[in-house]
């Protein structure tokens, strides 16, 4: 089992930055890929962005790239989502997961995806 607790969401402006954390425990966090998904009132949940077991492959939602980032800390057992430049778009709820392959993550393939955190909610007031 492997467990997922997020933090860092909030409320911020438009153009503003937030930093996303993902605290793993349980098993090894090296071993699983992990990511970002988000939920948007009334809208179904969708991949944000990955990264690969040992971090050295990223992959963005199109919408993102060039805006966010995301990293991981293995020895922390932490994963990280830098948003920059926060647009109204990207309010949501922001979750990450693990998953020993990437491919369920990058491919949105939510129900293939292993392990799941409850949520931290971002908020961009325009």
């Known amino acids: 089992q492997v467990q997922l607790v997020e933090s860092g969401g909030g409320l911020v402006q438009a153009g503003g930055s937030l930093r996303l954390s993902c605290a793993a425990s349980?098993?090894?966090?090296?071993?699983?890929?992990m990511g970002w998904f988000r939920q948007a009132p009334g809208n179904e949940r969708v991949f944000v962005a990955a990264i690969s077991k040992s971090g050295s492959n990223t992959y963005y939602l199109d919408s993102v790239k060039g805006r966010f980032t995301v990293s991981r800390d293995n020895a922390k057992n932490t994963m990280y989502l830098q948003m920059n430049s926060l647009k109204s778009e990207d309010t949501a709820v922001y979750s990450c997961?693990?998953?020993?392959?990437?491919?369920?993550?990058?491919?949105?393939?939510?129900?293939?995806?292993?392990?799941w955190g409850k949520g931290t909610l971002v908020t961009v007031s325009s």
């Open positions: 349980g098993r090894t966090f090296s071993s699983y890929a």
């Open positions: 997961a693990a998953d020993p392959s990437i491919v369920p993550i990058m491919q949105n393939q939510e129900a293939q995806v292993d392990y």
